[in-house]
């Protein structure tokens, strides 16, 4: 018997891999353009950096590329429920759905598919019988108590652990004995014939990391599982090369995978992608460094954007920001391009592990949110509210008078800033309410204005005689300095510097009471807006309530 006896053997009802090769023939596309892919398992929470990948992946394949999405579920055994469409959701979610995909109903969309591949069996198990037919692999009729009795006699020689060199005991099995095993019924495996020696070195140059040499891979790694289903690395190989792959963009814990892949491709004839391996996202632990983590960051999983109310818009600028570091100086000099038009250099992304900073990322929405105009703030709160805050949704059901709220210091040449995520919407605008207001009690903070017959005088006389709510704005101003200069209070804040035994304060001193009596707060959007929204009723209802106080 022959290797394309045994291969007929093994899998009678595989056709010829020239079949698949002519089915799906290289990509009529561009010289340069970059067909590149998110290649998840459905094993559980869609990961940050999952959605940072595929950014990276849906940025090199914008000028006239492909960026596909595969799912990788061989490992049926941890795939969760929904998982499929727990993906294709979050991508979704942040804008960054691929060209080509399958969906929750096993549904492909684009002509390179099955895209999952547990729907390949038989497409994997052509390429294996290619090479078995051609000596590159082999039967491996190894039990699981072999294997281990392998491993523990390496551990006592102090030599490499795995299936290699003079380790591999059914690597030189004849071919008639592997063949009247298979008749026989025994149970098997195919595994890799490697070439490599790990004496010899490879040299790689990785997109993103440069030049690394590496041993070459000495392992017969398995390709097809007792399953029929492949390993990663063999389903790795036979996909990438069918869906036309040139660069295969991925975390850098596969960085070790390189000479293998590499050597895979290399046996099978196919030209190999390049490889861009991505550093991952760091968190500060104490003095050091570690990963996120699934299991102690709750900011690693999608689902927490969503119900912390952070737009899309803002991780994905976060994330550019760390992908290439100077976005950050490109969104300031254009403010308003989208973020696509940013020229991204893969070839500068760190190699080191970038940091992920929460309070980096909220900044950067709170610049986000800033451009929002009033109809997208409030569309957005609400929508966000009706999921997981019951009495923001209720403040926010009165549309006419929230747009008001939400619209004080939106759409000039400085926007407010004071809001971060959706979450923090109620806490920045619940002051503007009177049935939250009036009815709570206020811990009124006036600062440098204590005495509080001169707050309560203050306040009657300024909109007893001064305040009129169809006053412009620097009418509106100019009026809060004659109330201060009443008052014996410096009308300008550079009077009371220069003199400042002269003065018991100045004209900021005196606006900080009325802003205090009419909001409960120091610090707050302008208080001209904020009055001119409040109207004539609530504003004699808090003067009451401070009056009473």
């Known amino acids: 018997m022959n290797n394309k006896e045994l291969a007929d053997l093994i899998f009678p009802n595989a056709k010829d891999y020239t079949y698949y090769e002519s089915k799906y023939p290289e990509r009529n596309l561009p010289e340069g353009a970059i067909v590149t892919r998110f290649a998840p398992s459905p094993t559980g929470f869609v990961h940050i950096g999952g959605i ?5 992946a849906k940025l090199m394949a914008k000028n006239n590329g492909v960026f596909f999405v595969r799912i990788e579920d061989t490992d049926q055994k941890r795939e969760v429920e929904d998982g499929v469409k727990q993906i294709m959701d979050a991508l979704k979610d942040f804008d960054l759905s691929p060209d080509e995909y399958i969906d929750e109903n096993d549904v492909n969309h ?48 102090k030599e490499r652990t795995g299936y290699y060199g003079k380790w591999t005991r059914c690597r030189n099995m004849p071919i008639d004995m592997a063949a009247e095993k298979i008749k026989n019924g025994d149970p098997y495996i195919i595994r890799f014939r490697s070439p490599g020696n790990p004496e010899k070195k490879i040299k790689h140059k990785d997109v993103i990391k440069g030049n690394v040499d590496f041993p070459e891979n000495d392992q017969d790694i398995v390709i097809i599982k007792s399953d029929g289903l492949p390993t990663y690395h063999f389903a790795h190989l036979v996909d990438d090369h069918l869906m ?25 004839g196919f030209k190999a992608p390049k490889y861009a391996h991505i550093a991952p996202m760091m968190k500060t632990d104490g003095e050091g460094k570690r990963k996120l983590s699934k299991r102690k960051d709750p900011e690693s999983a999608v689902s927490y954007y969503k119900e912390e109310g952070i737009p899309k818009q803002s991780v994905l600028e976060y994330l550019m920001n760390i992908a290439n570091s100077n976005f950050e100086i490109w969104r300031k000099q254009n403010p308003d391009k989208s973020m696509y038009d940013f020229n991204f250099d893969i070839k500068k992304m760190g190699v080191s592990g970038a940091l992920f900073d929460m309070v980096k990322m909220l900044d950067v929405s709170k610049n986000v949110i800033s451009k929002f105009g009033t109809e997208e703030v409030y569309n957005n709160a609400y929508n966000w509210a009706k999921e997981y805050d019951e009495e923001l949704k209720e403040m926010l059901d ?3 008078y929230s747009m008001k709220v939400l619209g004080i210091e939106r759409g000039n040449s400085k926007p407010r800033k004071d809001i971060a995520k959706w979450s923090d919407v109620k806490d920045n605008i619940y002051y503007m309410y009177d049935e939250k207001f009036i009815l709570n009690e206020i811990d009124y903070q006036f600062q440098k204005i204590t005495d509080s017959e001169e707050i309560k005088n203050l306040v009657k006389t300024y909109f007893e005689k001064y305040y009129d709510e169809n006053d412009d704005k620097q009418v509106w101003f100019d009026k809060m300095k004659d109330l201060a200069q009443e008052f014996g209070y410096a009308r300008e804040v550079k009077e009371f510097k220069a003199n400042p035994e002269k003065y018991p304060g100045h004209v900021g001193d005196v606006s900080t009471v009325i802003r205090v009596a009419m909001t409960g707060r120091c610090n707050t959007p302008d208080l001209y807006e904020i009055l001119k929204v409040l109207g004539k009723t609530s504003i004699e209802r808090r003067i009451e309530k401070l009056l009473n106080n």
């Open 244 to 268: 036309r792959t040139n660069m295969v963009i991925r975390a850098d814990e596969w960085l070790a995978s390189v000479p293998l892949h590499l050597q895979l491709f290399y046996v099978a």
């Open 398 to 400: 009165q549309k006419e």
């Open 110 to 157: 684009g002509n390179y598919g099955p895209y999952k591949q547990s729907l390949r069996k038989e497409i994997y198990q052509s390429y294996a019988k290619k090479f078995l037919e051609e000596g590159n692999a082999y039967p491996c009729f190894c039990t699981p108590e072999e294997l281990d009795e392998i491993r523990s006699n390496q551990e006592k020689a």
């Open 52 to 56: 940072y990948q595929s950014l990276i």
